[in-house]
């Protein structure tokens, strides 16, 4: 697999936030489920795309031990979604949102806990020094965009939802320790759905 330039890179930054600003976000407004948003946040190591993930710690209240994107529940001052996911983002890991380029937003989507979730996708510059708060998370980690665009590392299985009705499909992606799946798995094959044309044109 090889790398990509810097200039590429860039091109693909761009194709990626004018493929985000001409599609639609499916968009669930009738859902009776706590607002939250969430950073999918991707940057740029050895030559490729990354997408940051967290790990959650065993002591929260949600989502215990599970491969997350940072972000979190609507707030009463919060004036959006965006500055929903920024403030949150900046709180859990201390990506500052001055540091972040945003590029667009992903398909709303409702989790089994009932949280409707809005992504936010935006790049910042690697490396960084993040400060996670230990009380939510055990540690972030990058994983290769390219390498989740892969059919192979994906495994699909066929499980009732209790939202979405019977038999639908849950995405699995094993990397090194972590897995991704549930809520955090959807929202990346949704963005695969938006950059795969774009990783298909690229050297």
Request: glycine share 6%.
């Amino acid at each position: 697999m090889g790398s990509w330039s810097v200039s590429v890179m860039d091109v693909l930054a761009e194709s990626l936030r004018s493929c985000l600003s001409a599609r639609t976000p499916r968009i669930r407004a009738e859902w009776d489920a706590r607002p939250a948003a969430v950073l999918v946040p991707l940057f740029m190591m050895d030559g490729e795309w990354h997408v940051l993930f967290t790990e959650r710690t065993e002591t929260v209240e949600d989502h215990k031990g599970q491969v997350s994107f940072p972000g979190g529940r609507v707030d009463d001052g919060d004036a959006s979604r965006l500055e929903t996911a920024l403030r949150e983002t900046e709180e859990e890991i201390g990506l500052r949102r001055d540091d972040v380029t945003i590029l667009g937003q992903l398909d709303e989507l409702l989790t089994s806990t009932l949280y409707h979730i809005t992504p936010i996708v935006g790049t910042f510059q690697w490396p960084y020094e993040f400060r996670l708060s230990s009380d939510e998370l055990s540690e972030v980690f990058g994983v290769p965009l390219k390498w989740l665009a892969d059919p192979a590392n994906v495994e699909i299985r066929h499980l009732d939802h209790p939202i979405y009705g019977p038999q639908i499909p849950v995405y699995f992606f094993h990397y090194a320790t972590h897995t991704i799946w549930g809520a955090t798995a959807r929202m990346v094959v949704n963005l695969l759905e938006v950059v795969r044309p774009l990783l298909a044109v690229s050297p």
